[in-house]
């Protein structure tokens, strides 16, 4: 396989990003700015994959069940992290800074499992790439809920690959009920069009989220999520009282649901179809499916307008105008998303009904 090699210097690269959050850049600017990312982006396969392999034979060694992926940043995901402001300051990230635009994550059975991953084959193993930094999410959890453990190394090569010396991976080791808590959020934010995951979403739902996370830490012997309750009772009844208020298990139940047959949809359909408005009627427990060719791309938009004025305030109906490709990436991401989030109300339900 022919690997994307480097084109363009720090200065250029960190220029591109600049141009590309710039709410002054023209058309031709932006033009410019995205090919450069291109490339950057690019550059960042090759180590990817070099950590991804061990990252799976050390992860099996481990779990004969873990489950290891890799994945590059998608370019939006990418220029809203270079918007991100801090406490209110002007965003200061750099393009040629961003530590995780190359990724890979092990999901391993339980948390212990995991832990044993990391201090064995990582904080004590005998990797050649210079580790940078540890964030251990899993005993100082986010306050959003958000559990993990991140490595981010430096690639160091002595085998003719220097041209990829310095770029930077993030490794990203999980329990399987760690992932299935992150698996329901991007179900979630992928039909409300919410971004739980970057603390953008409705209040409600964030703290839904949270409150299940420290219960999960919880089934895990693990620290719970910063102002939630300790008492497992309080936190189990308040957790049922936030699923009955946003009806979770229901709008999640279609969700996945819609997901299934979104996908067997885009599959049938011929490849011209570029555009699928799905609405989802959660009470009556119907979808409703309308394909648009990409010729038709503005009909689709106007009804999805119209179906979104027609319902607003409807809680229990939920409209969503996708891409065909945007599953395919959520698939990408998380490859086994129907079961994950089956799982998730399966350990939901537990929580639900035990005071």
């Excluded at 890799?70 to 809203?80: E, H, Y």
């Excluded at 050649?128 to 999410?137: A, I, S």
């Excluded at 009470?283 to 010729?295: F, S, V």
Aim: net charge positive; proline share 3%; glycine share 4%.
């Amino acid at each position: 396989m022919a690997w994307i090699k480097p084109k363009y210097s720090k200065a250029e690269i960190n220029h591109a990003g600049d141009v590309l959050v710039s709410n002054a850049s023209s058309e031709e600017q932006i033009g410019q700015a995205l090919e450069i990312l291109d490339n950057w982006r690019a550059n960042h396969s090759y180590p990817m994959h070099v950590f991804k392999i061990r990252l799976k034979d050390k992860a099996l060694l481990v779990d004969s069940k873990a489950l290891t992926v890799q994945r590059l940043k998608r370019v939006p995901a990418i220029i809203k992290k270079l918007q991100r402001r801090y406490n209110g300051r002007p965003p200061t990230m750099k393009l040629s800074q961003m530590q995780d635009i190359g990724g890979c994550r092990a999901v391993l059975s339980n948390v212990n499992l995991a832990r044993q991953l990391c201090e064995q084959h990582y904080l004590k193993g005998d990797l050649k790439h210079k580790r940078m930094g540890v964030k251990d999410y899993i005993t100082t959890p986010k306050n959003d809920g958000y559990r993990s453990i991140h490595l981010i190394y430096k690639y160091v090569s002595d085998k003719g690959k220097a041209e990829y010396n310095d770029l930077l991976v993030e490794i990203q080791i999980r329990s399987k009920l760690q992932h299935l808590w992150a698996t329901a959020i991007e179900t979630v934010d992928f039909f409300t069009r919410q971004a739980i995951k970057s603390n953008e979403g409705e209040k409600e739902w964030m703290e839904f989220f949270r409150l299940v996370s420290s219960a999960f830490a919880k089934m895990e012997n693990c620290p719970t999520v910063p102002n939630t309750p300790n008492n497992e009772k309080e936190l189990y009844l308040e957790i049922k009282k936030k699923e009955a208020e946003l009806s979770v298990i229901k709008v999640m139940r279609g969700m996945t649901e819609a997901i299934k047959v979104f996908e067997q949809k885009v599959k049938q359909a011929p490849k011209k179809l570029q555009y699928f408005l799905l609405e989802l009627d959660i009470a009556g427990e119907k979808l409703n499916i309308t394909p648009y060719t990409k010729d038709n791309e503005q009909k689709a938009i106007m009804d999805y307008a119209e179906s979104e004025k027609k319902n607003r305030g409807k809680k229990e109906y939920d409209v969503v105008l996708v891409g065909a490709d945007t599953s395919t990436d959520l698939k990408k991401a998380y490859p086994n998303y129907f079961v994950d989030s089956q799982e998730f109300l399966v350990n939901l339900k537990k929580i639900i009904d035990k005071y």
